[in-house]
RNA sequence: GGUCCCUUCGUCUAUCGGUUAGGACACUAGAUUUUCAAUCUAGGAAGAGGGGUUCGACUCCCCUAGGGACUACCA
């Protein structure tokens, strides 16, 4: 039936630091093109420069991608291994006549950037024509011979037709002078042999591209499809730095973002599907294509991340919302109650609405991790010190006591029923009960918090409240 | 400096020659109210500037301005 290859596409990272948002938006546009065209999502880690990866830096990266659900469908590799297969590649363009060795010194090389800056052109060397045996046993570094003439297209998929002339493309260093091969060569090499398809990268590549072409021409490889998306700004437009707030995923999920969340956003953001703001990873998958990219850069936008944030917070497992709450808990040192989950379980649904993050969640919890006798705050004791307001929380304590009515509805009724029968509406009975049952910590509606806390617990902080001494 | 990319409300975006330029977040006002939220209703808010092409441009072309990337023996 169809001889058209299936898909196939690849996040690239460089193992230099962690994995930033820009990356993460890159790798999912790249998960969710392959799932859209029932291809295949690989990684590659490109460490040829082995002064500046580090092991922890592959780690940071595996981490982030696994947090955000990005698995690739086969094993990483890691392009420092395939060392000698690009130097295969290399003899090849030797053989082809398509390579040269370059004895400049750096010296040399200096003076002719400066030169060829000053004449409006690209950097060539004077051994392009010759004789390498003039070179005798000095240094070199092994380049491309490109053309001199002709221009290069990139036909992106969210650029559009980009045309480049050859006389601006520089004689690339396919082999350094160690021996180790380059970035722009090894990426050639390798996205062949992985049989990429469809190059989904960041837009600071695009001048790449037109090099790399020349390469998979000289080759002999079949061209893949390029799609180089913007980048991701900070909020003021500049780009994306530590002071914008955070810049690697691994400080969003220490923020207390959920990573469908974050996918949700990051999909969103340089990528839209008509008026969809909230869906599924399902129909992301569904709508996804790379052409519907949007062509500039996007700013990162906290107050509508928070927004999605909180959407996914409604419709979170309460759980795993628990949890993650009782890490943020016990971070802050909190002296935890030994049933804190269960409390957390049955608070969270009731407070999760107000909360956009995980350490809000936090916030909104604390009430009911507390122990007795709780500590009130000023005002709580302020309200409690009129007579008139502790008789009636008296009053209240004793009705409540009798009253076996420990759901949601039933508390509200009772609590409007006993504000008429004192003839007062519930904002004299509110800030005093609320003040007992949370110590001032922020709390959900009374009728909830009475019911979450439970019965023996909401007894038990009046009794102290009231009674004490 | 050179090459290349980009430019619709504050922000993310829809529009793919004919719309009162739509939606979302944010914001403002009101409603609700026992805290903080949440929720509901209403509202303000945009095609960088200038030339063309066309019966008609946000949409196509050119110029200008502004922003960005690249210009490494980094990736």
């Given at each position: 039936m169809s001889e058209r290859p299936s898909v196939v596409t690849r996040f690239a990272p460089s193992p230099t630091g962690s994995l930033h948002i820009g990356g993460a938006r890159t790798a999912l546009f790249n998960f969710l093109y392959a799932r859209h065209t029932g291809g295949s999502f690989l990684l590659r880690v490109e460490d040829t420069d082995r002064e500046r990866s580090t092991p922890d830096a592959v780690k940071a990266i595996f981490d982030g991608l696994n947090w955000l659900g990005l698995t690739s469908d086969a094993e990483p590799v890691f392009q420092f291994s395939r060392v000698d297969r690009h130097r295969e590649a290399v003899q090849q363009m030797f053989d082809k006549g398509r390579a040269y060795r370059c004895f400049m010194t750096v010296e040399e090389l200096e003076v002719e950037r400066e030169k060829a800056r000053a004449e409006g052109r690209a950097i060539r060397s004077v051994w392009r024509d010759r004789d390498p045996a003039e070179g005798g046993n000095k240094p070199f570094v092994v380049r491309f011979k490109g053309p001199l003439e002709g221009e290069t297209v990139?036909?992106?998929?969210?650029?559009?037709p980009v045309r480049f002339h050859n006389k601006e493309l520089d004689d690339l260093v396919?082999?350094?002078?160690?021996g180790t091969p380059t970035y722009n060569l090894a990426v050639v090499v390798d996205d062949h042999d992985m049989g990429v398809t469809h190059i989904i990268r960041g837009d600071d590549h695009l001048n790449n591209a037109a090099r790399q072409s020349l390469l998979y021409q000289a080759l002999d490889f079949p061209l893949p499809a390029f799609g180089h998306i913007p980048l991701i700004h900070g909020p003021d437009g500049?780009?994306?730095?530590k002071r914008h707030g955070a810049q690697a995923v691994a400080e969003f999920a220490d923020m207390g973002y959920l990573p469908e969340a974050m996918r949700n956003y990051l999909a969103r953001l340089g990528w839209?599907?008509?008026?969809?703001e909230i869906f599924s990873d399902a129909q992301a998958v569904a709508w996804f294509d790379v052409a519907d990219v949007v062509k500039a850069p996007a700013r990162l936008d906290w107050a509508k991340l928070n927004h999605i944030n909180n959407h996914y917070l409604r419709l979170a497992d309460d759980a795993r919302l628990a949890e993650l709450t009782l890490k943020v808990h016990r971070s802050r040192e909190v002296h935890l109650p030994a049933d804190a989950v269960e409390r957390l379980v049955a608070i969270i649904p009731l407070v999760k609405e107000g909360a956009k993050t995980i350490p809000e969640l936090a916030d909104l919890t604390i009430f009911a991790l507390k122990h007795r006798p709780l500590a009130l705050d000023a005002k709580t004791q302020q309200v409690l010190s009129d007579p008139e307001t502790h008789g009636r929380m008296v009053r209240l304590a004793e009705a409540l006591t009798g009253a076996d009515i420990w759901n949601p509805p039933a508390l509200e009724a009772f609590l409007k029923e006993f504000a008429a029968q004192e003839g007062v509406g519930l904002g004299k009975i509110g800030p005093g009960l609320r003040g007992i049952l949370s110590g001032g910590a922020a709390a959900p509606d009374l009728a909830s918090c009475l019911t979450a806390l439970g019965r023996d617990e909401s007894l038990g902080r009046l009794k102290d409240a009231l009674f004490k001494a």
């Open positions: 990139v036909d992106d998929l969210v650029k559009g396919l082999l350094r002078s160690d500049a780009k994306l730095s839209g599907h008509g008026d969809d």
